[in-house]
């Protein structure tokens, strides 16, 4: 692993009983770098990420988190990783404000800094509105800019983020591309997966693809027809392995 790498992965391998999964995938995520996963439907992403935060044990291969094998790797780590995958992990029955201070205080914020930390994501994520409603009463869009407020406040080393903008406004899109920007250009190194590449073109410094569980080629994201590239990419994949 590089000095300049968050994260590395060698030969990551998890197979499900149908025969999908992820397959020895190699992937590095430098700092200050917004790395972008893409790919179709069932292609593997969210497979992907939770084996890159242990939320998925691999059948093979490693991932190197800062510098610490995963697996042995100590719980004072996860203070410098963030994430929004799956579910957003907040509590319903808690202020979005309250949620914010909860996660801050798990993410080791120093309790000086937690007001100021707070204070700020709810300005960058236009929450402010929001603060003292209950996570329930959230609209989807709400609750996803909450789960992905909780998942940075602490402007950790490693971002990862599932579909962030799935239920994003285009007010929400571009805050958090200008969050995302901010993070990178202070050094966070970030892997976000997106069904939209018109999106993380505007903002990734890389593009992956993923298809049927296998890293598969990059895209330049200035390239004017991104998407014919993509399709090009998948079609080219899906005929070299047939009915695999
Ligand atoms: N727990 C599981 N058990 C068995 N198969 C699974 C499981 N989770 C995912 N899969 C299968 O693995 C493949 C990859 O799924 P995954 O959710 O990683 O894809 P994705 O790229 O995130 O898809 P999407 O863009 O639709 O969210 C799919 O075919 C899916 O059906």
């Known amino acids: 692993m590089a000095p300049t790498d968050t994260l590395t992965t060698h030969n990551l391998t998890r197979h499900y009983p149908s ?141 990862i983020l599932d579909e962030p903008t799935n239920a994003l406004d285009p007010a929400g899109v571009i805050s958090l591309r200008k969050v995302l920007l901010d993070l990178a250009r202070n050094g966070t190194g970030i892997l976000v997966s997106s069904h939209h590449l018109d999106e993380v073109a505007r903002v990734a410094d890389r593009i992956t693809v993923i298809n049927r569980g296998h890293t598969i080629g990059s895209l330049q994201p200035g390239t004017t027809d991104i998407e014919h590239e993509f399709f090009n990419l998948v079609w080219n994949d899906d005929q070299h392995r047939g009915e695999e």
């Open 19 to 159: 025969g999908e999964g992820v397959h020895n995938i190699n992937l590095t995520i430098h700092h200050g770098e917004i790395h972008a996963l893409v790919g179709l439907n069932g292609a593997g992403k969210t497979t992907l990420m939770r084996l890159l935060l242990g939320m998925l044990k691999p059948d093979h291969g490693t991932v190197t988190l800062l510098g610490h094998n995963l697996q042995t790797t100590k719980p004072q780590l996860w203070t410098h990783v963030g994430h929004a995958v799956g579910t957003p992990p907040v509590y319903a029955e808690l202020t979005t404000q309250a949620n914010l201070t909860t996660a801050a205080k798990l993410r080791a914020v120093p309790p000086h800094h937690i007001t100021t930390a707070v204070d700020n994501v709810l300005t960058d994520l236009n929450l402010e509105k929001y603060r003292h409603i209950r996570a329930r009463n959230l609209s989807a869009g709400n609750r996803q800019r909450l789960g992905i407020a909780t998942g940075l406040l602490h402007h950790p080393q490693l971002l």
